[in-house]
């Protein structure tokens, strides 16, 4: 069986300074998807929501709410959280419902407000809280220097420098410069990475993605229950999910995210393909580094330091990757964030992307999300339905 | 519109609580697998090799090195291998002026139980 993303958009990415709140931002990414759908409210039987933290939102039972103020009433309604990866974990979520039959059309929509409602130190606090509360919580560690202590491993096992990491978040940073909702379009160079303050070493604050507000939204059903069969739009054609142990200090490689490679093998499995067959990809950069170990987890390179220096992963390289920016230049509102990865792979897919695309737009392309520090994985593999 | 919430949690730690105790006052305490003994510090109540739930708790030197270290404007945490345990343990370094290499947990100046770790250098008087 079929589930195609039959419709999609999301709101800008960015600290939000007009007033609008968490629910405006649903109402226009839902309206919007619809319209790119074809379909009406009415026609929706299900929404999946997607937030990771009620701190954040300031509503508990969020999915309730939401609906609510998106005008429908009787429908299925629940929320995912899954840490960082939530927004993917209710696209995958939404599109179980759809396989199973107990929906026909569902409406996915991710959301947080992580950076209008608190100040960053707070909401810092509270990301704090994403890895082990008990122990690693406890020291006062934050995520950049869990997500450090996990580089440096990486980098002293594969040669990774922070020369390579600066040049992929200035990278990422010019990439943002073409998409319209990308809340850090940066004209900046590895050098202004390199100059830019300490955070948790080797991470500079230009190293980090940001904290976002916004929203995002993809309908997911079955092509016979879309208007013109789903022609042109995309199909799911695999899917994967896979857990780590929560503490660095209790993985045997605190830099690999096997979990990651579970979850990829699981899709490629799915799509009965192999990762040579990925022609573009969105991948889980929350750190510059992230990206080089999420490309290696996801088998995406032999080597994927001398790929990196060899410009594989720019837009004009074999395979390019986070041509919307990822979470350092498109941004990072957690519950949107994997709904919006997957939104923007589909429209590479669909020539529809309105940022960067490549020469000529690829026919499979892979999404990576994660939770925690490649914790909570989760991978999609999107295929043109031609 | 303004929202404030302020939360004072009581948060019982169950069958860890033996080693925040231990935290407290600087003891490395240790769960041992019945089963496969693996000897794991932090805990987890869990094995992490065999799954296994049937632990005892064990006493460790209190000692360790240094893996990884990365160092933040104010604070240094890092990972800390303590002789006798299979895992690595996420601390924060009391002593940042020394670089790395072999250490000692110690109870933490102030604030709820947590791994604290003096670096061991002759040159200087670590500060408690
Ligand atoms: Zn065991």
């Not at chain 1, 892979?366 to 490649?374: E, K, N, P, R």
């Amino acid at each position: 069986m079929t589930v195609l993303l039959a419709g999609g958009a999301m709101t800008p990415f960015n600290r939000r300074k007009d007033g609008s709140s968490l629910r405006d931002w649903c109402r226009t990414a839902f309206a919007r998807a619809l319209s790119d759908a074809a379909l009406e409210p009415q026609d929706i039987d299900t929404v999946v929501f997607a937030s990771e933290s009620d701190f954040f939102t300031l509503q508990l039972n969020p999915a309730a709410v939401i609906t609510d103020a998106l005008a429908l009433t009787g429908v299925r309604t629940l929320r995912v959280e899954g840490g960082g990866a939530s927004g993917h974990l209710a696209v995958q979520t939404g599109a179980a419902l759809v396989l199973s039959g107990l929906a026909r059309r569902v409406a996915v929509i991710g959301a947080e407000a992580s950076a209008a409602h608190l100040d960053a130190g707070k909401v810092g606090k509270l990301y704090s809280l994403s890895f082990d509360a008990w122990t690693d919580g406890l020291t006062g560690v934050g995520a950049t220097s869990i997500y450090a202590l996990s580089v440096l491993d990486f980098m002293g096992r594969t040669g990774a420098t922070t020369d390579d990491l600066a040049g992929i978040a200035a990278r990422n940073r010019q990439n943002a410069r073409h998409n319209p909702n990308a809340h850090l379009p940066l004209d900046i160079t590895a050098a202004d990475v390199a100059a830019s303050p300490v955070v948790s070493s080797p991470y500079r604050r230009l190293d980090c993605s940001p904290l976002s507000d916004g929203a995002a939204c993809v309908i997911l059903a079955r092509p016979e229950d879309l208007p013109r069969s789903g022609v042109g739009r995309v199909r799911i054609a695999g899917m994967g999910a896979a857990s780590d142990r929560v503490r660095l200090g209790d993985r045997p490689a605190p830099g690999q995210f096997p979990a990651k490679t579970k979850a990829a093998l699981q899709a490629y499995q799915a799509a009965g393909i192999g990762p040579e067959k990925i022609e573009l990809a969105e991948v889980y950069d929350s750190y510059s580094g992230a990206q080089l170990q999420g490309l290696q987890a996801l088998g995406l390179a032999e080597d994927v330091v001398a790929s990196e220096r060899a410009g594989r992963f720019t837009g004009e390289g074999g395979l390019p990757v986070n041509l919307s920016g990822g979470l350092l230049g498109q941004g990072a509102p957690v519950g949107a964030t994997g709904v919006a990865q997957i939104l923007v792979a589909a429209q590479q897919i669909e020539a529809t992307f309105p940022g960067l695309r490549p020469a000529s737009p690829p026919r499979r392309a892979l999404v990576d999300t994660h939770g925690g520090i490649a914790t909570t994985c989760a991978v999609m593999i999107l295929e043109s339905l031609a | 519109m303004n929202f404030h919430l302020s939360l004072d949690y009581r948060v019982p730690t169950g069958c860890l609580e033996p080693f925040f105790e231990g935290l407290r006052n600087g003891v490395a305490l240790a769960e041992r697998c019945e089963a496969c003994g693996r000897v794991q510090f932090p805990p987890g109540g869990v094995c992490g090799t065999c799954g296994g739930a049937s632990l005892g708790w064990v006493t460790l030197a209190g000692t360790g090195t240094v893996i990884l270290r990365t160092d933040t404007p104010d604070r240094t945490f890092a990972l800390v291998r303590f002789d006798g345990a299979a895992n690595a343990a996420l601390v924060e370094i009391a002593n940042p002026a020394v670089q790395t290499g072999p250490g000692m947990l110690m109870p933490p100046p102030e604030g709820p139980p947590r791994l604290f770790f003096a670096l061991t250098d002759p040159a200087e008087t670590p500060h408690a």
